[in-house]
């Protein structure tokens, strides 16, 4: 089986003779296995350190497997990632870049060398745009994830806009870095399915321009790494998913599409990060004194990972922000119609739209206010203040310090469910007058939901009760409120009865201007 270009190896599969083309990339089916059978021969080298053979996983972090038949093989000037030698026998590959999670492999890497871009505006695997020093001879090896790259002042761009565009499927390098280019550069994907592997750090410079509409994937396995954008735009997702890897950003990140971070360590070092989405699942998230705005999608966090929230200000504008009682954010704000799953806040979160917090045993929240229709759901969680300025639902059994319900509201407590004034805390639940009361009921017609007062006597007026038990060895007073049956454990003062009369034409029902005490009268 020969291949002259880019290739797919799916399936489990038999070879007397496989030939791989220098400078393609070859992607095995993750979990099966390519044997080269007994006697048989794997051609898979590159020609030279400009033309490696890539030979990887379909899936990234599972392996998929060459079967040697017991023999023991040799290739060279390869680049290979989760890719496992089986059979009896080991694959010696000189010249060789290991991108992490081979076995059965003998890998002698190539030397590290410092790479800079010279010629103006080119391709990516182009030797004659390489060269081993500042404004050197051409001709150096294309970049390698063991190699530094720069482009500086003596890189040869001498009209406005020359592009040096990544051609090839995958790129590599160790650490990239732009300074002092002359006439704004660009930097740039030849296809959107491009993609560029750093295994170091990067830092990109004010005066170039950034179009590179391909994944960027930051691949260190070192601790120490550092990213600066130079107020740059990323437009695809950039990756943070070096095993013990490290990163920090040293200016503000701005993405109009994802920043995952799937392994080792991200800080954003007190920068504003915007960026569509959000994912965090890897060893750890420092987040210091950062302003992080999500804009489109969802803000996740691992059950694994570690969250220093700092005095971090996190905003979801078009999504849902999810992680485990394990995570403590300091300030979050969701801007738009969303729901807060399984986390503490240590500060305060604001529900700007409408909004669900959907908590568990464990979970406590210092200050949370919905400033529209409001929905708390699950059971076991704290509040030290809830504050509702619209409707809400109280769904689940949940304890309160402080529970704030607006006037002129409906506030709808879950059947069989309860929830707990702590010791020594507030019920804030009265109306502001006969004209604005609020209402308390149960969410089920007939079926109460409970109140614990822990043992307090409470006292509300201008309240409409259905459905609502009081527990817990205190009684609740409601001066001025209405009793609209199976209530419990309250005391009940109702206001007196009066003969109204609709005043001043067509209006609204809640408009006192159209209500009076007298037929025609002053409303």
Not at 98 to 110: E, F, K, M, R, S
Not at 310 to 338: A, C, D, E, I, R
């Amino acid at each position: 089986a020969t291949f002259l270009a880019n290739g797919d190896l799916n399936g489990s599969n038999s070879f007397m003779a496989l030939h791989l083309a220098p400078g393609f990339q070859y992607r095995f089916r993750h979990g099966k296995t390519t044997t080269i059978v007994p006697g048989g021969t794997l051609d898979a080298s590159g020609s030279s350190c400009s033309n490696y053979i890539t030979l990887i996983s379909l899936s990234s972090g599972n392996q998929a497997f060459i079967n040697t038949s017991g023999a023991n093989l040799a290739v060279q000037f390869v680049t290979l990632m989760d890719m496992a030698v089986m059979g009896g026998g080991v694959i010696s590959a000189a010249n060789s870049i290991d991108l992490g999670n081979n076995t059965g492999w003998n890998v002698t890497p190539p030397p590290s060398r410092t790479l800079y871009w010279v010629g103006g505006g080119g391709n990516w695997n182009d030797v004659l745009h390489w060269s081993l020093s500042s404004g050197g001879a051409n001709g150096a090896c294309i970049p390698s994830a063991f190699d530094d790259v720069f482009f500086d002042q003596n890189s040869g761009f001498v009209s406005a806009g020359e592009a040096v565009s990544v051609n090839i499927e995958t790129a590599y390098c160790r650490d990239m870095t732009w300074i002092n280019v002359a006439n704004t550069p660009e930097f740039k994907v030849s296809s959107a399915s491009n993609k560029l592997y750093v295994y170091g750090s990067l830092a990109l410079a004010p005066g170039m321009i950034l179009n590179f509409d391909g994944e960027i994937h930051m691949r260190s396995t070192s601790t120490g790494e550092t990213f600066f954008s130079a107020g740059k735009t990323f437009i695809k997702v950039v990756y943070f998913e070096g095993v013990g890897g490290e990163w920090t950003l040293l200016d503000n990140f701005t993405s109009s599409n994802r920043l995952n971070h799937t392994t080792g360590i991200f800080r954003t070092g007190g920068n504003t990060v915007i960026v569509s989405g959000f994912t965090s699942g890897g060893d750890a998230l420092y987040l210091g004194s950062s302003i992080l705005n999500v804009t489109q999608t969802n803000f996740s966090l691992g059950s694994l990972t570690l969250l220093d929230a700092g005095t971090s200000h996190v905003t979801v504008s078009g999504g849902n922000l999810s992680g485990y009682p394990s995570h403590t954010f300091y300030n979050v704000t969701m801007g738009g119609f969303g729901t807060v799953s399984n986390i503490n806040v240590s500060n305060k979160i604001t529900f700007q739209g409408l909004g669900i917090y959907e908590g568990q045993s464990g979970c406590t929240i210092n200050e949370v206010e919905f400033q529209q229709k409001g929905t708390i759901d699950g059971s076991g969680a704290f509040f030290s203040t809830a504050t509702f300025l619209a409707n809400g639902d109280l769904n689940g059994s949940n304890s309160f310090m402080a529970l704030n319900l607006a006037p002129g509201f409906l506030y709808r407590f879950q059947k069989g469910k309860t929830s707990t004034i702590a010791a020594g805390g507030t019920l804030n639940a009265s109306g502001s007058g006969c004209n604005n009361y609020i209402t308390l009921s149960s969410g089920s017609a007939g079926n109460q939901a409970f109140l614990n007062t822990s043992g307090a006597n409470l006292a509300l007026q201008y309240v409409t009760l259905m459905d609502m038990a009081v527990t817990g060895g205190g009684v609740i007073s409601a001066a001025n409120s209405i009793d609209l049956g199976n209530n419990t454990g309250w005391n009940i003062t109702p206001p007196a009865s009066r003969a109204l009369y609709w005043v001043g034409g067509g209006g609204n029902w809640d408009d006192v201007s159209h209500w009076s005490l007298t037929s025609g009268g002053a409303g």
